[in-house]
């Protein structure tokens, strides 16, 4: 056992952690070789009792986390029925005569999808193959087109039913329920500031997002309500099959996900849409996604594990708290090192990280912890659209069709407006904290 100083472990272990996600080797490999290399340093080979402890109790007897396979399941069997290309030709015949109409229903969809499709890739891609090419072929700019895809597809990792709320609760002993329903308001929000941009800028230059011809949205208006109505049910449906019974205290969220994967079956099935392949697909997505999730989730626990025993949180602590400016100060420090950590990692790696750490710091400075929950999860909304790491961005490049000519910069200068309008709506949160706390004082249970 090598005896060193707390400060000296931390920087071993921060330091080792930013050259490896540098370097580019994966992220769980990193952290979890860092933990068990400085682990046997510091406390030799009793670490692995407690690094397998941490890995089996803290997270696959972890109850709660049993949510995160059928989310999964809900979601990516929701893309295969169809409901987004249908509710994207309902909003397209009442909304796409106004300049930008286009990318309005796009904004729309994503932020009904994101109530009930909890997985980026699924929400992102299916909004680049249904709304990216009617956009550019209609003229659109292909920076604003991009964006809105990005923007409008990353609100399914906020707006509840979210995996990242799943795995935050338990990280932060916060009811995921509570996280549920304070994620509301800030994803509505961003979802109408980016809705407000989208026809700001297509009245100041109209030419980025021109409107959509009469003769391509004529038909009866009965036809068009009825279009509307029967694109609107399922997702409707499919959400207070999952969030209704949480919030009137019927069920917990991981026994609400297990009714939302059987409600997002049944509406394949109504949709024609079920059959083996496309179980088998949703099945081995689902298993794809978890096992990946789950491999960064133990190897964060076992890195946090470690940092913390060698003392890298009460050293981590002191740095955060000596900030000039006081509790805000504080703040702000912990909100710029969430946003820096989004350029270049996971958001799952940020949240098993950072969690662990800034809660308790957090609590220490008065702060609500379920507010200060939300903000962390808000601000991680930038973390999808900023490159060299950008999920959404590199969803969008592969996705994209060929032909269309959507490049890699168009999308980058597409989502950097949007990435202010995070900042815009982190502020509005800050100003106004009940934006975030007034909906969970009303759940019942």
Do not use: H
């Not at 929400?123 to 991009?146: E, H, N, Q, W």
């Not at 994803?187 to 100041?204: D, E, H, K, N, R």
């Not at 200060?372 to 969008?396: D, E, G, H, K, R």
């Amino acid at each position: 056992m090598i005896k060193l100083s707390a400060e000296i472990y931390t920087l071993i272990m921060t330091g080792g952690l930013v050259l490896g996600v540098f370097i580019g080797y994966p992220l769980a490999f990193v952290i979890g070789t860092l933990g068990l290399v400085v682990g046997f340093m510091r406390f030799g080979f009793p670490i692995v009792d407690m690094l397998y402890s941490r890995a089996v109790d803290g997270v696959v007897y972890n109850y709660t986390f049993l949510a995160v396979p059928m989310f999964v399941f809900m979601g990516v069997m929701l893309e295969r029925s169809g409901i987004a290309e249908k509710l994207f030709d309902a909003l397209y015949v009442w909304l796409g005569g106004i300049r930008g109409g286009l990318a309005i229903v796009t904004m729309l969809i994503g932020t009904v999808m994101a109530a009930t499709v909890a997985i980026i890739a699924a929400s992102v891609t299916m909004l680049t193959i249904a709304a990216l090419p009617p956009m550019v072929k209609r003229g659109y700019d292909k920076g604003l087109a991009a964006g809105t895809v990005c923007a409008g597809g990353c609100l399914g990792i906020l707006i509840p039913p979210s995996i990242m709320l799943v795995l935050y609760g338990p990280m932060a002993q916060i009811s995921v329920g509570k996280l549920f329903f304070a994620a509301f308001a800030p994803g509505f929000l961003l979802s109408f500031l980016y809705i407000a941009y989208i026809l700001l800028i297509s009245a100041i230059n109209p030419e980025v997002a021109p409107a959509v011809p009469r003769e391509e949205r004529a038909m009866p208006i009965s036809k068009k309500l009825t279009m509307l109505l029967s694109s609107l049910v399922p997702p409707v449906v499919l959400v207070l099959a999952v969030l209704g019974v949480i919030f009137f205290g019927i069920a917990p969220p991981t026994e609400a996900a297990g009714a939302g994967a059987l409600a997002a079956t049944l509406l394949a099935i109504i949709y024609r849409r079920f059959n083996v392949k496309v179980l088998r697909e949703a099945s081995l997505e689902t298993l794809r996604v978890c096992g990946f999730i789950l491999i960064i989730v133990i190897m964060a626990f076992c890195f946090v594990g470690v940092f913390l025993a060698v003392g890298g949180g009460d050293v981590t602590a002191r740095i955060i708290l000596g900030t000039p400016g006081g509790e805000w100060g504080a703040f702000l420090v912990i909100m710029l090192m969430v946003f820096v950590l989004g350029f270049f990692m996971d958001w799952i790696g940020i949240i098993f990280l950072v969690v662990p750490i800034a809660t308790p710091i957090a609590a220490s400075l008065g702060f609500d912890p379920l507010w200060f929950a939300m903000m962390i999860c808000v601000n991680l909304q930038t973390s999808f659209m900023t490159p060299p790491f950008a999920y959404a961005i590199f969803i969008v490049r592969g996705t994209a069709p060929k032909e269309l000519g959507v490049t890699t910069a168009d999308i980058i200068r597409g989502v950097i407006p949007f990435v202010v309008l995070v900042l815009v709506g982190l502020s509005l949160c800050l100003a106004f904290p009940e934006i975030i706390t007034w909906l969970p004082g009303k759940m019942i249970g």
